[in-house]
């Protein structure tokens, strides 16, 4: 029965279908809307995750009763408003952006969805902040530089307490993981390889892939 699509895990690409499930299972409520179209209206490039992808981070976080979360890449705070929401009560995540300007404008987003008192938005770069913060923690959410994700799920390992769970946006590397040329799909391929010593892992074939591990 297996072809080459049915592989992949992405057989069905219509746009249509893919619309109609993101709208029945992944609605945008007004303060997701603002800090999904944020990036379009100001400025900053529009590399959020998809509807769905934001949906699951919110449910894998609420799965695993996750109360201490960090993300490198807040770009508008999207995918933040969608993990915090997904939060024990009390829960916190520290999200880490290296643009001043995303960073201003996802504060301003998470504030207008009530959340200023949940998300803590760390200005500077993913490998200078992170050893600042203290684990353990329950999820790890890396969505940012490509050339840093290797050294982001060391950091990872280091600090998600067992069971905690790792979650890494584009694991395909836009398709191009195995290029030989690319220090960022170089970078990507030693995560997933890194991530198999300390994680039992996944790949998800999420439209750019979302690599999920759990800690031993
Ligand atoms: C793909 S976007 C994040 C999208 C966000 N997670 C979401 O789905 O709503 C990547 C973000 O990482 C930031 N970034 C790039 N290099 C970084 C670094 N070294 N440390 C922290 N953030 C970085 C970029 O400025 C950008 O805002």
Same mark, same amino acid.
């Given at each position: 029965?297996?072809?080459?699509?049915?592989?992949?895990?992405l057989r069905y690409t219509d746009p249509a279908l893919l619309g109609w499930l993101d709208d029945l299972h992944?609605?945008?409520?007004?303060?997701?809307?603002? &800090?999904?179209?944020?990036?379009?209206?100001?400025?900053?490039?529009?590399?959020?995750?998809?509807?769905s992808?934001?949906?699951?981070?919110?449910?894998?976080?609420?799965?695993?009763?996750?109360?201490?979360?960090?993300?490198?890449?807040?770009? &508008?705070?999207?995918?933040?408003?969608?993990?915090?929401?997904?939060?024990?009560?009390?829960?916190?995540?520290?999200?880490?952006?290296?643009?001043?300007?995303? &960073? @201003?404008?996802?504060?301003?987003?998470?504030?207008?969805?009530?959340?200023?008192?949940?998300?803590? %938005?760390? %200005?500077?770069?993913?490998?200078?902040?992170?050893?600042?913060?203290?684990?353990?923690?329950?999820? %790890?959410?890396?969505?940012?530089?490509?050339?840093?994700?290797? &050294?982001?799920?060391?950091?990872?390992?280091?600090?998600?307490?067992?069971?905690?769970?790792?979650?890494?946006?584009?694991?395909?590397?836009?398709?191009?993981?195995?290029?030989?040329?690319?220090?960022?799909?170089?970078?990507?391929?030693?995560?997933?390889? @890194?991530?198999?010593?300390?994680?039992?892992?996944?790949? %998800?074939?999420?439209?750019?892939?979302?690599?999920?591990?759990?800690?031993?």
């Amino acid at each position: 029965m297996a072809d080459d699509d049915s592989r992949s895990g992405l057989r069905y690409t219509d746009p249509a279908l893919l619309g109609w499930l993101d709208d029945l299972h992944a609605g945008l409520d007004p303060a997701l809307r603002q &800090a999904f179209e944020a990036p379009g209206q100001q400025g900053m490039p529009a590399i959020q995750v998809g509807r769905s992808e934001g949906r699951l981070l919110s449910l894998l976080t609420r799965l695993i009763g996750a109360t201490k979360a960090v993300e490198v890449g807040t770009l &508008a705070g999207f995918s933040a408003i969608h993990i915090a929401r997904g939060l024990a009560p009390g829960g916190h995540l520290w999200s880490i952006e290296y643009d001043p300007h995303h &960073a @201003e404008v996802a504060r301003a987003n998470i504030a207008a969805a009530g959340l200023s008192d949940r998300v803590t %938005v760390l %200005v500077g770069a993913g490998q200078d902040v992170l050893p600042t913060l203290a684990g353990p923690v329950d999820l %790890v959410f890396i969505d940012a530089d490509k050339e840093g994700y290797d &050294a982001y799920g060391r950091w990872a390992a280091a600090n998600l307490r067992p069971g905690g769970l790792l979650l890494a946006d584009n694991a395909n590397y836009f398709g191009k993981l195995l290029d030989p040329e690319r220090a960022g799909a170089a970078a990507v391929r030693r995560l997933h390889e @890194e991530a198999r010593d300390a994680f039992d892992t996944v790949c %998800v074939p999420t439209p750019d892939g979302l690599l999920l591990g759990i800690r031993r």
